[in-house]
């Protein structure tokens, strides 16, 4: 029987964490009717949309994200009302629910709004947004900063003069205009921790090979799995926002569109970080 005992001393516990990133693409096919818009559910309340990886109905399908937008009260939108019924109300309610959670509220109690560069007592703040919440089977824990990027086509027109296949894309993408990509870029280093919800980062718009920064569109929070994109994105005269990428069969054509049909094809890629003490 052992009659010595040692005492064990805070020296003598060792903690590791070891990370596990998964990368995990979210492809525009999800979006653009690969399953005839079986895997894309809408509500009555029309609130938000959710959108699955297989029609919805099957047991076999899994959560990817929803989508929905508001708008402040001090926005020039509100008191306006959406074609079809009156949702004005509801997409202030749910801008005040997403600011209360991801930006919290001043010293006077005043639910603070989103804000351009992450400078909450001052600066442009983003009043008009969308907000694409990930659901936790993709984010994890969190989602790892610096890897966040979104590819989005944020017209539904046609380039002209530049059509591969006639005008008729047959859901590639590759005769629409105005092809922007997001990142989360620097975050790695440069991000903020003055949200009740954690860590985030500020997103930028493509300006060639991402050289410049003040081109920011949007915030992604990382712990939440929530990304936050400014209304101005699909403005055509929305200045120091509007800069798309370019390429043969993608070229920016200035006034130069034709009426088509509308695609929400967009593509986001990521790491998410899944953390485990011993």
């Known amino acids: 029987?052992?009659?010595?005992?040692?005492?064990?001393?805070?020296?003598?516990?060792?903690?590791?964490?070891?990370?596990?990133?998964?990368?995990?693409?979210?492809?525009?096919?999800?979006?653009s009717g690969t399953y005839n818009n079986e895997n894309i559910q809408t509500h009555t309340h029309a609130m938000f949309t959710a959108v699955y990886d297989y029609p919805y109905l099957?047991?076999?399908?899994?959560?990817?994200?929803?989508?929905?937008?508001?708008?402040?009260?001090?926005?020039?939108l509100s008191g306006t009302h959406i074609v079809g019924g009156n949702l004005s109300t509801q997409k202030i309610n749910l801008y005040n629910q997403m600011a209360q959670v991801l930006v919290g509220h001043d010293a006077s109690g005043a639910i603070r709004e989103f804000d351009e560069d992450g400078n909450l007592t001052g600066?442009?703040?983003?009043?008009?947004?969308?907000?694409?919440?990930?659901?936790?089977?993709?984010?994890?824990?969190?989602?790892?900063?610096?890897?966040?990027?979104?590819?989005?086509?944020?017209?539904?027109?046609?380039?002209?003069?530049?059509?591969?296949?006639?005008?008729?894309?047959?859901?590639?993408?590759?005769?629409?205009?105005?092809?922007?990509?997001?990142?989360d870029l620097n975050a790695?280093?440069?991000?903020?921790?003055n949200s009740p919800a954690g860590e985030y980062g500020i997103l930028y718009q493509n300006e060639g090979s991402f050289t410049a920064t003040s081109n920011s569109v949007g915030l992604v929070y990382y712990q939440a799995g929530i990304a936050v994109l400014t209304a101005s994105l699909f403005d055509s005269g929305s200045t120091h926002r509007n800069r798309y990428i370019t390429s043969q069969t993608e070229q920016y054509c200035t006034n130069?569109?034709?009426?088509?049909?509308?695609?929400?094809?967009?593509?986001?890629?990521?790491?998410?970080?899944?953390?485990?003490?011993?």
Request: proline share 2%; glycine share 10%.
């Open 1 to 31: 029987m052992a009659t010595t005992f040692k005492t064990l001393l805070p020296s003598d516990v060792v903690d590791t964490r070891t990370k596990l990133h998964e990368n995990i693409p979210i492809t525009g096919t999800i979006v």
């Open 188 to 193: 790695g280093t440069n991000y903020f921790v």
């Open 256 to 278: 130069q569109y034709t009426s088509a049909r509308y695609r929400s094809d967009y593509r986001v890629n990521g790491s998410a970080g899944n953390s485990k003490s011993q």
């Open 123 to 183: 600066g442009t703040k983003l009043k008009e947004v969308f907000f694409v919440n990930f659901s936790r089977l993709l984010t994890k824990d969190e989602i790892k900063k610096g890897t966040f990027q979104m590819d989005m086509f944020v017209s539904g027109n046609l380039l002209v003069g530049s059509q591969p296949d006639g005008g008729n894309d047959a859901g590639t993408g590759k005769a629409r205009a105005k092809k922007v990509n997001l990142r």
């Open 58 to 76: 099957s047991s076999s399908a899994n959560h990817i994200f929803d989508v929905t937008a508001g708008y402040s009260s001090n926005s020039a």
